[in-house]
């Protein structure tokens, strides 16, 4: 029946949409999946207010909330409102302790507040020069998968995650981590389960693990 079946939600991460999780599949006599998109913040919301107002979109009780780098840290901002039943969290971090000393410094210095954010709005400026087939194929990548490009948002995202402030990781969290993510490299980050060869992108080319393992660690 369908109402035992269990709510899986899912959180793409920064400028994400929810093709990030096309590959992603579940038993479906055991789970039901849905997909949390960003909207735009309000001038000068908090995090934790973004969260409480994302919470709006979940339909279910006592669900399974999974979140991918920024989603990540917005899904445990949005279990403070919330009872979950599972917190995952992938490719991110769980305290501020656990950022990259590039963040700390950019929080330290301000400097995230320079960074050039409108040239996500530029991809077919950048297309036009790509001069490999790499370079084309990561174009082709952030077409699909970022389309959220309103500059505001990608603004305030960044400066929400570099000033993060959480202490201490939420009771229960499991975290899921790639061993070469570029992002938020591994040696920062304690208490995961470490995917061999991961990288920040893993959610979409290492699928299969996610197929192989999630639904076990969703009913353990």
Request: aromatic letters at 12%; one cysteine or more.
């Amino acid at each position: 029946m369908k109402d035992h079946k269990t709510p899986v939600y899912f959180m793409p991460g920064m400028a994400a949409n929810p093709s990030i999780f096309k590959h992603i599949k579940l038993p479906e006599d055991e789970f039901e999946m849905y997909f949390l998109e960003w909207f735009i913040p309000e001038k000068g919301e908090t995090l934790a207010n973004y969260a409480l107002r994302m919470t709006q979109k979940i339909q279910h009780d006592n669900i399974v909330l999974i979140g991918v780098s920024f989603g990540g840290i917005l899904v445990q901002e949005m279990a403070r409102h919330i009872k979950v039943r599972k917190l995952f969290v992938i490719s991110t971090v769980k305290t501020k302790h656990e950022l990259p000393r590039r963040m700390k410094i950019a929080k330290a210095t301000k400097i995230y507040k320079i960074f050039p954010t409108g040239l996500v709005n530029s991809i077919d400026v950048f297309r036009k020069y790509a001069t490999n087939d790499f370079v084309a194929k990561r174009l082709d990548l952030y077409e699909e998968y970022l389309s959220v490009r309103d500059k505001y948002y990608l603004d305030w995202s960044i400066e929400q995650i570099v000033n993060w402030n959480q202490e201490k990781p939420l009771p229960g969290t499991i975290h899921i981590h790639g061993e070469k993510d570029g992002v938020f490299p591994i040696q920062y980050i304690s208490d995961c389960i470490p995917i061999k060869g991961g990288t920040h992108i893993m959610i979409i080319n290492k699928y299969k693990w996610f197929n192989e393992n999630l639904p076990r660690l969703i009913k353990e």
